[in-house]
């Protein structure tokens, strides 16, 4: 089963940025979606923006289409997060994960590999 780590997450002003990664091993890399996902204190795990396994273009949650983008390194068994014009509400703990299914899954209990998470905190 793939080992997922994150990496990239601090503190950052309203509107700035930050660039997240989710370094893999343990598993054939290419042969798993994989998603990012948040958790804020009280709220459920959040969908973010994933890749099939077959790559191509993420598919992006409502919430963060134009503001976040997402892409995928398979020779460096890598996968990214760039998060601009942070508000806020984007803090939470940052997730990346992995799935065997077909698609995007968004559901977080369709993932069999989780990373420890990384804390993104946006300041007013």
């Known amino acids: 089963q793939v080992q997922l780590v994150e990496s990239g997450g601090g503190l950052v002003q309203t509107g700035g940025s930050l660039r997240l990664s989710c370094s893999a091993s343990g598993g054939t890399f290419s042969r798993y979606a994989l998603a990012w996902f948040r958790q804020a204190p009280g709220n459920e795990r959040e969908f973010l923006c994933g890749f099939s396994r077959s790559g191509g273009s993420p598919y992006y949650a409502g919430s963060v289409k134009g503001r976040f983008t997402s892409s995928r390194d398979n020779a460096k068994n890598t996968v990214y997060l760039q998060m601009n014009s942070l508000k806020p509400e984007d803090t939470a703990v940052y997730y990346c994960?992995?799935?065997?299914?077909?698609?995007?899954?968004?559901?977080?209990?369709?993932?069999?590999?989780w990373g420890q998470g990384t804390q993104v905190t946006v300041s007013s």
């Open positions: 994960a992995a799935s065997q299914r077909v698609g995007v899954p968004t559901n977080p209990y369709e993932y069999d590999s």
